[in-house]
């Protein structure tokens, strides 16, 4: 699950990750992700924080409290050492600032399902 108010980090992130067996559900809130979570159950979901209407600490706490065994990881512009720690008490399991993206895989492999 891509979780990010802009369309076109949402269509550059899904072209990086692309593979034969991935299947995407985009959302560019969090009250989407928080509603479409259940449903979809991805294997991982990742979550900007700046959006308009739910924010993606407030969605990432939400979905771990109902989903304890989700993963979400933080994609975000702020390299902060306060949101990385109020991500990790919202129960992200990564955080990554997006001008690391091409460390996203690497940190998607360390996830412990795959």
Request: net charge negative; hydrophobic share 45%; aromatic share 8%.
């Amino acid at each position: 699950m891509i979780v990010d108010d802009h369309a076109a980090f949402r269509e550059m992130l899904r072209t990086f990750l692309r593979t034969t067996e991935a299947t995407f559900l985009e959302c560019e809130d969090g009250r989407d992700a928080v509603a479409e979570y259940p449903g979809f159950q991805p294997d991982v979901v990742l979550m900007d924080i700046a959006m308009k209407d739910v924010d993606g600490l407030s969605a990432t706490a939400h979905i771990t409290a109902r989903f304890p065994m989700a993963h979400v990881v933080i994609l975000t512009q702020y390299d902060d050492s306060d949101l990385r720690a109020a991500a990790t008490r919202a129960g992200a399991c990564g955080y990554l600032p997006k001008d690391h993206l091409v460390q996203l895989p690497e940190m998607l492999q360390a996830l412990p399902y795959l």
